[in-house]
T-cell receptor, first 112, second 116 residues
């Protein structure tokens, strides 16, 4: 699986959009970009994933650049409950199952 | 639909003992993985089981082992416990392998193991 690079920390004001970047310059054509987050002392929570098209769900939007070497997770209206560590993971889908390689992630701090 | 259930939630063991942790995946999920989380090393992949077979293994010593039963429930075992094994152990399950199924991993709340 390709390696990912994320900033160690970011701050965001409550109600504003949080844009979390991720670099994955060695991504292969059959690898997906997944985002998970972990709120303190809880198990990680799936947020969203995509291959090359932008994706949106009830939690967030995922923007993947045309060359697929980087992506951005967007939380449109951050709340205090979005304070967590956010992990960007690249992997082959479907048969990769639950084997995930986590990096250090980005600690997002949302403040009022 | 019940989530991933891990038992026990907290455990205290003495150095040298062994421990068994249990994970019940979401109904219908056949892929189960285990992770170790420590402040120093972060989230590290231990191993993955699919239909009772170990499919992937992380870089951990042989003291760490696991198995999966026919009902997809999984156990992991750590023998000859060391102080450094103190960690949050997380289990995840996924519907991966089912045609058309969503493949994201769902995590349990973890078992907090303290070795004294």
């Amino acid at each position: 699986d390709a390696k990912t690079t994320q900033p160690p920390s970011m701050d965001c004001a409550e109600g504003r959009a949080a844009n979390l970047p991720c670099n994955h310059s060695t991504i292969s054509g059959n690898e997906y970009v997944y985002w998970y987050r972990q709120i303190h002392s809880q198990g990680p929570q799936y947020i969203i994933h995509g291959l090359k098209n932008n994706e949106t769900n009830e939690m967030a939007s995922l923007i993947i650049t045309e060359d697929r070497k980087s992506s951005t997770l967007i939380l449109p209206h951050a709340t205090l409950r979005d304070t967590a560590v956010y992990y960007c993971i690249v992997r082959v889908d479907n048969w990769a199952g639950t084997a995930l390689i986590f990096g250090k992630g980005t600690t997002l701090s949302v403040s009022s | 639909k019940a989530g991933v259930t891990q038992t026990p939630r907290y455990l205290i063991k003495t150095r040298g003992q062994q421990v068994t942790l249990s994970c019940s995946p979401i109904s219908g999920h056949r892929s189960v993985s285990w992770y170790q989380q420590t402040p120093g090393q972060g989230l590290q992949f231990l191993f993955e089981y699919f239909s009772e077979t170990q499919r992937n293994k992380g870089n951990f010593p042989g003291r760490f082992s696991g198995r999966q039963f026919s009902n997809s429930r999984s156990e992991m075992n750590v023998s000859t416990l060391e102080l450094g094994d103190s960690a949050l152990y997380l289990c995840a399950s996924s519907a991966a392998g089912r045609t058309g199924a969503r493949t994201e991993a769902f995590f349990g709340q973890g078992t907090r193991l303290t070795v004294v």
